[in-house]
Structures are given as structure tokens and as C-alpha cells.
């Protein structure tokens, strides 16, 4: 039968100066606080803020109807107020396919695709829609989706 020893490690500092007695209540040479090492104080440093836009509707495989409301998503995290973005269509690779216009910052939008994006010539084609700060320090892509006739059918 093997016995086990188990060890309790109680962390000394955060320099990873450590201390530990097995169960018989030896003191585990390997655990050792060492004396005379002062610990240390982990360095400060500024914490960094995260800054970005993140478009989170429409997501790929969703499917648009023209007529109906369209519902497009973001989250701007900046160092500073934007009170507009600007949206705009985009083709599948991100290549701008109309104009853009600004619209208030609120994290929602509520876009109707008219008959532009459902005709013969780009019957179900993939679209995507770019948000962007004016001074395009921020920029966000959506997924991939279609425009169709019906909603959440195309053709």
C-alpha cells in the first residue's frame, strides 16, 4: 500500500516565496521560507482600458426582409464621448456597396433594406454592415447576412 504524503503550500508572498509542513508535521526542506529575503512588491503599472467598437447585429446566416425592420447592434468602448456613428452597407469582403450616414450612438438601429438589395442583379447576396466613429478611430464589421424577400427566407 503507498502512502501518501500531502503537503499544505501557503503562498508567503507574491515573489512566490513559499512555506509548507507535510501532514506528519515535517518541515519539507523544498518549501522553505527563506530568511532574509524580503518580499517584493509586484511593480504598478496603469491599467489599460480597453477601447474598441464591436458590431453584434446582424449576425452571419441572418437574413433580412425588405420592408422590415433590420435590427443593427454595436458597442463603442472609447476614451471619449461619439455621440453619432456612421453606418454603411458593405459587399461580403467589406468593400463599401452604398453611402454612409451618421446615426445616434445608442448601440441600435433600426435599418429597412428597400428593393435596392433584393433584385435580380443581387438576389440574396451576402452583405455586412460597417459602423465607424467619424474619425474612423473606431471601426466594426457585422457578420455576414442576406437580404430577401421574406424575412428569414431567400429567395
Not at 517584493?40 to 464591436?54: D, E, N, Q, V
Request: net charge positive.
Amino acid at each position: 500500500m503507498k502512502r501518501l504524503i500531502t503537503a499544505t503550500i501557503v503562498a508567503a508572498t507574491a515573489a512566490g516565496l513559499l512555506a509548507g509542513t507535510s501532514m506528519a508535521g515535517n518541515q519539507d526542506p523544498r518549501l522553505e521560507l527563506k530568511r532574509g529575503v524580503q518580499p517584493t512588491k509586484p511593480a504598478s503599472r496603469p491599467i489599460k482600458k480597453l477601447h474598441y467598437l464591436f458590431v453584434t447585429s446582424p449576425k452571419t446566416g441572418y437574413i433580412c426582409a425588405v420592408g422590415i425592420d433590420c435590427p443593427i447592434r454595436w458597442r463603442l468602448y472609447a476614451d471619449r464621448n461619439y455621440p453619432t456613428v456612421w453606418l454603411q452597407v458593405a459587399d461580403a469582403n467589406g468593400t463599401p456597396a452604398a453611402g454612409a450616414f451618421p446615426v445616434s450612438n445608442t448601440g441600435l438601429y433600426n435599418w429597412k433594406p428597400d428593393s435596392h438589395f433584393w433584385d435580380e442583379s443581387v438576389r440574396c447576396k451576402s452583405w455586412r454592415i460597417l459602423v465607424y466613429t467619424h474619425d474612423r478611430r473606431f471601426k466594426g464589421m457585422s457578420g455576414t447576412f442576406k437580404v430577401g424577400k421574406f424575412l428569414n427566407r431567400c429567395p
